[in-house]
């Protein structure tokens, strides 16, 4: 029996008087795969920091896992969340190998514990999830040699040597080249392919970087969810132009979506 991972009941924050999200909705079956699109400035980054219990909603109820913020230990969630922000990655010793930094996902740390020993099933978990992303051959390398796709998939194997059941990925593809981000989808796609899958919402500006397996698509503007369905739904020229007020193409390759923007479009 399907049971929703996140709830989200009128959800609103304001902060300094300023409406940052007002009365989002919003529910995610567990095991599924959410993205959230918007224009900057929308409020998808705020909503992840609420969904990570980082932001706290000024009204409305936010249920992560089965259990209700304000009424749990937030710190009891966090360790089931795997939150990923390029720009607020965790500052690794650069001189730490790859292997010892997915391992710190075990201990939610950016370090491995001088008290604690990994015992052998343990790095046999972390040497796992290494070959699922595609990291076997680099796990002795220093973290600070790696590409930026490189570090993002050592992010990921480290979210799921933690048994996160949830991953929040908040455009974990930024700044990254077309083959490192068609890498991290392709990572994406087989974690959302396991037979016990975690749940996914990912945050994107780029059709292009969405799994293949995407079973939700949430529109927000102006900090308020304006459509929520399919991506066959959604996913449409005339959803993604009145989106981002700009004429958009959405064109479909067999599960992708691809979007383009005409510069004459642009004003």
């Known amino acids: 029996m399907s049971r929703n991972a996140i709830e989200l009941k ?18 995610v079956e567990a095991g599924s795969c959410c993205a959230i699109l918007g224009p900057n400035g929308s409020g998808k980054s705020a909503l992840m920091a609420v969904l990570a219990g980082y932001l706290w909603p000024s009204t409305g109820v936010v249920s992560v896992d089965g259990r209700t913020y304000g009424r749990v230990n937030l710190a009891d969630v966090r360790s089931r969340i795997g939150l990923i922000e390029p720009s607020r990655a965790p500052k690794f010793d650069d001189r730490m190998c790859v292997r010892d930094v997915v391992a710190t996902g075990l201990f939610g740390t950016i370090v491995l514990p001088p008290h604690r020993d990994v015992d052998q099933s343990q790095w046999r978990r972390v040497d796992e999830e290494m070959v699922s992303v595609g990291l076997s051959e680099i796990g002795e ?30 455009e974990p593809t ?3 080249d077309i083959g490192s981000r068609a890498a991290c989808v392709a990572v994406l796609d087989r974690l959302l392919a396991r037979s016990r899958p975690p749940t996914v919402v990912i945050v994107s500006h780029h059709l292009d970087e969405l799994p293949a397996a995407v079973d939700q698509i949430v529109l927000m503007k102006g900090g308020r969810v304006v459509g929520q369905g399919t991506p066959d739904d959604l996913l449409t020229s005339a959803h993604l132009t009145a989106l981002f007020d700009c004429r958009v193409e959405v064109i479909r390759s067999g599960e992708r979506f691809l979007a383009s923007v005409r510069s004459a479009d642009l004003g």
């Not at 959800?11 to 529910?27: K, M, P």
């Not at 998939?153 to 480290?158: D, F, G, S, Y």
């Open 10 to 27: 009128n959800v609103g924050v304001t902060r300094r008087d300023n409406v940052i999200l007002a009365e989002i909705s919003l529910s």
């Open 141 to 170: 390398r220093a973290y600070g040699d790696l590409s930026s796709g490189e570090q993002m998939k050592t992010l990921l194997a480290r979210a799921m040597v933690s048994n996160a059941k949830i991953l929040l990925l908040d």
């Open 174 to 176: 930024v700044g990254l």
